[in-house]
C-alpha cells in the first residue's frame, strides 16, 4: 500500500510509492504524456502519467479532466529541479489514478485574467488559487506565532464579547442592533475596555476575535470586519508595552519566514527588510514625527504631493504621511506621545503636557502603515469620568468600566493588532481584503 502523503512533505518520500488526494489545478497534454497540476491543500505537486503506464480508458478520461476535479493518485515520487509546484522540485509518476469527482466544465475562476471584483464575487472559489492559498496560508501562521509568544510570555487568553453596550473607538464606527427589549447593542469595535477588566482578575491577557468598524473609508487597508490581537497588562508603562510589541512582532516575522518560505516564494515576496526586523525597533515621539513632516512638506515643490502632504501639529497622520515617515527606517518604527485630540477618550495624558496622550502607533515599513495601536490607560477615576462626558459618551454604560479605577486600579497599558495587516505586509500584497478569508467592505458582504 501506497503512504497517504501532504504535499509539503513531499521531500522526505524520494523514490517511494505514494498516495496523494487532492484537485486538479492544472492540466497539460502532450501527446503520450499528460501532466497534472495537482493540489491537496498543502501544496501543489506535477503528477505525471505516461499512456503506456495506465489503462486506455483511464488514460482517455485523464486527458480529458476538467479543472477542480477531485482525484486521489498514486505513484513514485521522483526530485526534478524544473518540477512546478509549491514547493515544487518532486514530481509524481503515476501509476494510479482515481477520479472521485468530475468537475463541471464552467468553473468560472478558469487560469486567465480575472478583475478584482469578478474575483471577489467568486471568494468562494478564489481562495483555491495559489496566490490566495499562499496568503492565508501565512495568515494562519501569523496567529499561531502570535498565540505562541503570549502563551510562553505569561499572557492568558480571555475572550471578550462581540455584542457589547457601548463604543470603544468613537462612536462615529459602530454597527447597531437591536438587542431584545434592552434597546440597542452594537458589534464590538475592540475587547480592550472588557481586558482591563481582565487584567484584575489575571495580570496579563489577551483577546482575539472579529472586530467590526463602519468605516466609510474606502482604502486598501480598511474592512469593516477584521480580525484583532490584543494584549493588555497590569502594572506597565508605555516603555514596557513597547518592549512586548516588538518581541511579539518580531516573533510574528522571524516565524512566518522560518516557516512558510513556500508561500513566500510564490508570492514573489522580496524578504531582506523582513529578515531584519528583530528588537529594538525605532521610536520617535510625534513632535518628532510632526516635525520630520514639516520639512518634507515645505520641500515638496509638486503641488499636488504638496498638498497630499499638508501637515501641522495636532494632525492625524494619513497613508502618505506614514509612508514617508516609515521610509526613513529599516524596521518598523513606535511613534509615541499623539495629541489627545486624535485619539481614544482612555487614553492617560502626559504628565505635565494634557495635550499629548501615552498612546503609541506601530508602523510598518514598505507603505503598509499602522499595524498596532495601543496606550497607557487613565487610571484615575475622576479623570476618566471627565473624559466620559467630553466625549458625550452614555456614563450609565460605563459603570462598570469606571469601577476599575475604584478597586485596585493601577497603571496598565495594552495595544490592538490588526492580522489583516499584518498579513498583507509580510505577504506584500497591495489589500487588506486579500488577507481573510471572505473579506467584508463597505460595498461587500457577498459571498
Ligand atoms: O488603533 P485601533 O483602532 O486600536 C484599538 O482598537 C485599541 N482599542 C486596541 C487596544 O489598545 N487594545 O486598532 C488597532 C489595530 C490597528 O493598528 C490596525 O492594525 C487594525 O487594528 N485596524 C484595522 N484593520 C483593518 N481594517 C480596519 N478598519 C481597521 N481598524 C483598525
Ligand atoms: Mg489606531
Known amino acids: 500500500m501506497a503512504t497517504l502523503i501532504r504535499v509539503d512533505q513531499i521531500a522526505a518520500y524520494e523514490g517511494q510509492e505514494v498516495t496523494v488526494r487532492g484537485w486538479v ?105 495559489p496566490s490566495q492559498w499562499a496568503v492565508l496560508r501565512v495568515r494562519a501562521k501569523v496567529i499561531q506565532a502570535a498565540r505562541e509568544w503570549l502563551n510562553a510570555n505569561g499572557f492568558i487568553n480571555m475572550d471578550t464579547p462581540i455584542l457589547t453596550p457601548n463604543a470603544v473607538e468613537g462612536t462615529t464606527t459602530l454597527f447597531e442592533t437591536q438587542y431584545f427589549d434592552e434597546g440597542s447593542a452594537y458589534l464590538t469595535q475592540s475587547g480592550q475596555l472588557y481586558n482591563e477588566a481582565n487584567i484584575y482578575a489575571f495580570g496579563k491577557v489577551y483577546c482575539f476575535g472579529p472586530t467590526f468598524r463602519a468605516e466609510k473609508s474606502k482604502t486598501r487597508r480598511h474592512l469593516t470586519e ?31 519566514l522560518r516557516e512558510c518560505q513556500p508561500e513566500l516564494k510564490s508570492l514573489k515576496r522580496d524578504t531582506t527588510r523582513l529578515e531584519k526586523v528583530q528588537p529594538p525597533f525605532p521610536r520617535i515621539s510625534y513632535d518628532e514625527a510632526a516635525e520630520i513632516l514639516r520639512q518634507i512638506y515645505e520641500q515638496e515643490s509638486d503641488p499636488e504631493r504638496k498638498e497630499l502632504l499638508r501637515f501641522e501639529w495636532g494632525m492625524d497622520f494619513g497613508s502618505p504621511h506614514e509612508t514617508e515617515l516609515t521610509n526613513r527606517f529599516e524596521k518598523p518604527v513606535f511613534v509615541y506621545g499623539y495629541p489627545t485630540a486624535v485619539k481614544a477618550f482612555y487614553m492617560q495624558p502626559w504628565p505635565g503636557r494634557p495635550e ?51 478597586y485596585g486600579s493601577v497603571p496598565h497599558a495594552g495595544f490592538g493588532m490588526g492580522v489583516e495587516r499584518v498579513t498583507a505586509w509580510l505577504c506584500g500584497i497591495e489589500h487588506v481584503r486579500e488577507a481573510i478569508p471572505f473579506p467584508r467592505t463597505i460595498k461587500r458582504v457577498y459571498p
Open 25 to 129: 489545478y492544472n492540466r497539460t497534454d502532450k501527446g503520450k504524456l499528460c501532466f497534472l497540476l495537482v493540489r491537496d491543500g498543502y501544496g501543489y505537486v506535477q503528477c505525471v502519467a505516461f499512456k503506456g503506464d495506465l489503462p486506455e480508458e483511464l488514460f482517455d478520461r485523464m486527458v480529458r479532466l476538467p479543472q477542480e476535479s477531485a482525484v486521489i493518485v498514486q505513484g513514485t515520487v521522483r526530485k526534478d529541479g524544473r518540477a512546478p509546484g509549491i514547493p515544487g522540485g518532486y514530481e509524481i509518476s503515476v501509476r494510479d489514478l482515481q477520479i472521485v469527482h468530475e468537475a463541471a466544465l464552467d468553473y468560472p475562476m478558469a487560469l486567465k485574467e480575472h478583475g478584482v471584483d469578478f474575483a471577489l464575487d467568486h471568494r468562494h472559489l478564489w481562495i483555491r488559487m
Open 356 to 406: 499629548v496622550c501615552k498612546s503609541v502607533d506601530l508602523l510598518a515599513p514598505e507603505g503598509y502603515g499602522e499595524i498596532c495601536g495601543g496606550s497607557e490607560r487613565i487610571y484615575d477615576y475622576d479623570l476618566l469620568l471627565e473624559r466620559i462626558r467630553q466625549h458625550n459618551l452614555p456614563q450609565e454604560a460605563f459603570k462598570w468600566y469606571l469601577d476599575l479605577r475604584k
Open 226 to 256: 477584521f480580525w484583532m490581537l490584543e494584549p493588555e497588562m497590569a502594572f506597565t508603562d508605555l516603555d514596557g508595552l513597547m518592549e512586548v510589541e516588538e518581541q511579539l512582532i518580531s516573533h510574528i516575522v522571524q516565524t512566518v
